[in-house]
C-alpha cells in the first residue's frame, strides 16, 4: 500500500466499495507516526530530567548529597544525557516505516549517529554505576540490573553492528531493536514507580530495585514480540550487496 496520498481527485467519482480506499490511505501514513510518536514521549521525562541535571551542572548549583557525584566528575554524566537524548529522538524515527521508504537513505545516515551514541550510552552507565558513589536508596540489586542491563545493550549493538557486516538484515534488526528497548529503560521505570509513589510514597531498596528490573525487562518482553511479530521480508534480506538499505 501507498504511503502517498492522492490530494486530487475527480469529483463525484468513488471506487464500487465507496470511499474507504482512499481513507485508508490517508490514515496509513498518520499511523505509521504513531509508533515514533510514543518512543518520543516515553523518552519525554528522563531527557527533561537529563536537562534539568545539565542545566544544575551549567549554572553552579548547590551541591548536594544527592548531585555531589556528578560535581566531582561531570564529563560521564554529561555524555551520558547527549548521548542517550540523541539516540532515543533519533532512534524514533527508525520505527516510521513510511518516512524510511520515502527517505531510503535516512537508516543508513541516522544508523551511523544511532551507533556510536549508543555505544557511549551503555559504556557511560557503565561507568557510572561502577565508579560513582551508588546514590541513596540503590541497592545491591539496581547495581546488578544497571551492570547486566548496561553489557547487554552494548552487546546488542556490537552483535547489530556485526550483522549488518555481514550483510545479515535480519539479526542486524532484531539486535538494534533490543539495544533500542534497552536505552528506553528510563522512560518505562518512571511509569512502573509511579503507581508505588502514589500509593506507597518512596520505594525502598527491594522495591526499587524490583520496580527498575520490571522497566528494562517490559522493554524487553516488546521488542521480542516486534521482533517475532514481524520478521525480516526474506526478499528485502536476500538484497544486492550494492544496495545497502536496511529493513526496519
Known sequence: MSDEITTVR???RQSSQGSRPTDDRRRA?????????GLILLSAIPMAAGAFRLTQLAGGAAITPENARFFAMPLPVVLHIISVSVYSLLGAFQFASGFRRRRPGWHRVAGRVLVPCGFVVALTGLWMTLFYPRPVGDGDLVTAFRLVF????????????????????????????????IALGAGTQALTHLPWFLFFGTPGELPRGLLMG??????????????????????????????RRVSP
Do not use: C, K, Q
Request: glycine residues 10%; hydrophobic residues 50%; without cysteine.
Open 10 to 12: 475527480p469529483p463525484f
Open 29 to 37: 501514513p498518520r499511523a505509521g507516526w504513531l509508533v515514533p510518536a
Open 150 to 181: 548496561g553489557t547487554a545493550m552494548f552487546l546488542s549493538l556490537g552483535l547489530g553492528l556485526g550483522a549488518i557486516r555481514r550483510r545479515d538484515f535480519a539479526r542486524h534488526r532484531a539486535w538494534m531493536i533490543r539495544g533500542y528497548a
Open 214 to 243: 520490571a522497566g528494562w525487562v517490559i522493554n524487553v518482553a516488546v521488542a521480542e514480540w516486534i521482533i517475532r511479530r514481524r520478521p525480516a521480508n526474506p526478499r528485502r534480506a536476500a538484497r544486492p550487496t550494492g544496495d
